[in-house]
């Protein structure tokens, strides 16, 4: 399992807010914005998360969410 933590990039009203990723799906209720993404690791797995995706100040995963938004695909990329 994964967390992810979106952190809102000024949006209005919007709030820091971490979700849990089970199978590879996750479900969220945000208020529309853009929000950076900062993958939190749990157990065996840490190893395997790049480390620029574990801060806000070096994550360069951005989304906007709006009123319809149904999906957010997430992609990591390991840098060698």
Known sequence: MQVCS???NNSAGARN???AI???EYKLD???GKY???IE???SQASLVPKKYLR???TDIEVEITSGTTEIPITLVQVT
Do not use: A, C, L
Request: charged share 20%; net charge neutral; hydrophobic share 35%.
């Open 6 to 8: 979106f952190i809102p």
């Open 17 to 19: 807010d971490s979700i």
């Open 22 to 24: 089970k199978n590879g």
């Open 30 to 32: 945000m208020v529309p």
């Open 36 to 38: 950076k993404i900062v």
């Open 41 to 43: 690791p749990q157990g």
């Open 56 to 58: 806000q100040d070096t």
